[in-house]
């Protein structure tokens, strides 16, 4: 099987609405629209694979088994708009370095493993988030990137010099925003939005 482009998505603020810490289900609120976003990926042919830093996890805030519970949650509410994750990845590091790892973003590691575990063709794929880190991320792994202006997105954008604003292959309102231009953009090639035929 052909490797195959993916959308590989931040979690926090871009699919659900940011909270400090989130460490309970009942925090957990989609962001406008961002269902109906991922539903559009899933019919595209898309592998949908969310990129999370949860370093709460490292500062003892949230457990491995309350992300779980707090996963099953995002699946289940997306699951109303008929849109499914293929994969989430998480990093449970320290912000500070101080665990040496190499997943927290910006750093590309979940992105790279998820390319390997899932096939993907990275310089067909992209990484969207409301953060500087998400878009070098995505660059990182040899990728594109896309903001949405949600969460911190708005503050990024206002922060970001303008060589770093000029490689941003999309910049959104929402999830929703970025994944229409992006589909759009590829009808407009007439290009496949996959190549494999499984
Ligand atoms: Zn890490």
Redesign the pocket.
């Known amino acids: 099987m052909n490797a195959q482009p993916a959308a590989f998505i931040d979690r926090d603020g871009t699919i659900n609405i940011e909270v400090h810490d989130l460490n309970r289900v009942e925090q957990l609120q989609l962001i406008p629209r961002a269902g109906e976003a991922i539903a559009r990926l899933n019919q595209a042919g898309y592998p949908v694979i969310v990129i999370t830093?949860q370093s709460a996890i490292a500062r003892g805030l949230l457990t491995e088994t309350g992300l779980a519970a707090i996963h099953r949650e995002l699946k289940r509410q997306l699951s109303a708009y008929n849109a499914s994750i293929n994969a989430i990845y998480h990093?449970?590091?320290?912000p500070d370095g101080k665990?040496n790892?190499?997943?927290?973003k910006p750093?590309p590691?979940?992105i790279l493993r998820a390319a390997s575990e899932h096939n993907i063709d990275l310089a067909g794929s992209i990484m969207i988030g409301d953060n500087a880190t998400d878009l070098e991320a995505g660059w990182n792994a040899g990728c594109r990137a896309a903001l949405v202006r949600t969460g911190s997105g708005e503050n990024a954008l206002a922060e970001i010099n303008r060589q770093t604003r000029d490689r941003i292959s999309y910049i959104g309102n929402d999830l929703f925003d970025v994944i229409e231009e992006l589909i759009n953009a590829h009808s407009n090639d007439r290009r496949p939005l996959h190549s494999n035929a499984k």
């Open positions: 830093n990093c449970p590091h320290h665990d790892c190499t997943c927290r750093a590691g979940m």
